[in-house]
């Protein structure tokens, strides 16, 4: 009999395996009779702490996320990377997620301006800063970089500042040698006309903007500056043009100590020409010009110059 049995019970075991994707638990129901309504109690107890266990996680999760992207640091960013990659995996709100992205990216772009602000460093440095070519390659990487507007000043200037100093090509060098005897033939005709021509003389001693106008004696070995009205002693200057020096009031230290200059606005600062001349006695003495605009007083200097260098 206990034959009988045994030949039963592989007769049905090959029953239930001929049964194609035949589950685990439904083999576990039908071999556990009377038991089976108890085995699936516990595995829905078993499935709500799974669950629990899940939303636990998914709150750890997003917990780590907050933490990371708001205290992130250089060396920190691929556990930030990591993180966004598991909340995205357990299904976190997208605004939390997308917070997290936009911090990560925020980091990246702090650590790459960083970085190029060293290289700025290093690049003024070394003899790369007297390189047209690499100062170019320095401002487009400083600006991909967005880098902070000192730093982006600091080497736009360096560059600007290689273009106009460097060695001009023949062509350009002809092009300035026609602009610079325009600018003084230009000067000459206003200066040799009745009235001459017309400038703002600045008293250095009290501020005062004096209307004047500018000639030229007929051998052109003197500037007359004649103001226009009675102020001061109302004379004129005589100015030899030989001794005479012009250049942008700005960059003469002689005139930072006098306090009608001091006391310009920036937009006059900018304007303002410095003429260095020998005074009565043959003493150093100087002369502080107002033109309306900056090209107005370039225009001034070149033809100064021109004329000083002509008449030498």
């Known amino acids: 009999m206990g034959t009988a049995c045994a030949r039963c019970s592989e007769v049905q075991k090959g029953k239930a395996e001929d049964v194609p994707g035949l589950h685990p638990d439904v083999e576990?129901?039908?071999?556990?009779?009377?038991?089976?309504?108890?085995?699936?109690?516990?595995?829905?107890?078993?499935?709500?702490?799974?669950?629990?266990?899940?939303?636990?996680?998914?709150?750890?999760?997003?917990?780590?996320?907050?933490?990371?992207?708001?205290?992130?640091?250089?060396?920190?960013?691929?556990?930030?990377?990591?993180?966004?990659?598991?909340?995205?995996?357990?299904?976190?709100?997208?605004?939390?997620?997308?917070?997290?992205?936009?911090?990560?990216?925020?980091h990246k772009k702090q650590q790459l301006r960083e970085e190029v602000e060293k290289e700025v460093e290093a690049f003024f440095a070394s003899a790369a800063c007297d390189d047209i070519s690499s100062a170019e390659k320095m401002v487009r990487k400083a600006v991909d970089a967005d880098c902070r507007a000192p730093v982006l000043k600091r080497v736009q200037d360096r560059l600007d500042e290689l273009i106009i100093t460097r060695t001009l090509e023949e062509d350009e060098e002809k092009l300035c040698r026609s602009y610079l005897k325009q600018s003084c033939r230009e000067f000459v005709e206003a200066a040799t006309k009745a009235g001459g021509?017309?400038?703002?003389?600045?008293?250095?001693?009290?501020?005062?903007?004096?209307?004047?106008?500018?000639?030229?004696?007929?051998?052109?070995?003197?500037?007359?500056?004649?103001?226009?009205?009675?102020?001061?002693?109302?004379?004129?200057?005589?100015?030899?043009?030989?001794k005479m020096r012009a250049g942008r009031a700005q960059d003469d230290k002689k005139l930072a100590s006098r306090r009608g200059f001091v006391e310009l606005e920036d937009e006059d600062l900018e304007c303002a020409v410095s003429v260095r001349y020998e005074g009565r006695d043959r003493l150093p003495a100087v002369l502080c010009l107002l033109e309306p605009t900056r090209l107005r007083r370039d225009r001034l200097i070149e033809a100064l110059l021109v004329l000083t260098l002509t008449c030498a």
């Open 197 to 242: 021509r017309q400038v703002i003389v600045l008293d250095l001693d009290d501020g005062r903007r004096v209307p004047s106008s500018i000639s030229l004696d007929p051998p052109l070995q003197h500037v007359l500056i004649v103001p226009d009205r009675e102020d001061g002693d109302g004379s004129a200057r005589q100015v030899p043009i030989s």
């Open 28 to 106: 576990e129901a039908e071999s556990g009779g009377e038991g089976s309504d108890g085995d699936r109690s516990e595995e829905i107890v078993a499935s709500s702490g799974d669950e629990a266990d899940e939303d636990g996680y998914k709150q750890g999760v997003e917990e780590i996320l907050k933490t990371t992207g708001k205290n992130i640091k250089r060396g920190k960013t691929m556990a930030l990377k990591e993180a966004i990659s598991t909340a995205k995996k357990y299904g976190l709100e997208t605004s939390t997620i997308s917070e997290a992205e936009k911090q990560l990216t925020e």
